[in-house]
């Protein structure tokens, strides 16, 4: 069983930066942000595969950074230009083989 905790999140007007961190019992080899946002079905945020470049849904590019530190196994979302419609319960997965693995979720607001 792998476990994930994450920190970060908050309430941040329209603009602003948050950064959100996770971190793993162990190393995985794919870890990824997705979120939920109210009343909605949860979607990939942006995933990176050890050795491979990150992936951003179309909505984030630009604006998030994910990023990893796989000597800490930990990966992080840097959220820049931060808008209302990103409001959302953000959770870090982990995939290992063909198991998925997820944290509690952290709630992220954005204010207009």
């Known amino acids: 069983q792998v476990h994930l905790v994450e920190a970060g999140g908050g309430l941040v007007q329209a603009g602003g930066s948050l950064r959100l961190s996770c971190a793993a019992s162990e190393t995985i080899f794919s870890m990824a942000w997705y979120r939920q946002p109210p009343g909605k079905q949860r979607e990939l945020v942006a995933v990176?595969?050890?050795?491979?470049?990150?992936v951003y849904a179309a909505s984030v590019k630009g604006r998030f950074t994910i990023s990893r530190d796989n000597a800490k196994n930990t990966v992080d979302l840097q959220m820049n230009s931060l808008k209302p419609e990103d409001t959302a319960v953000y959770y870090c997965?982990?995939?290992?083989?063909?198991?998925?693995?997820w944290g509690q979720g952290t709630q992220v607001t954005v204010s207009s």
């Open positions: 997965m982990g995939r290992r083989g063909s198991s998925d693995f």
């Open positions: 990176m595969a050890i050795g491979n470049s990150p």
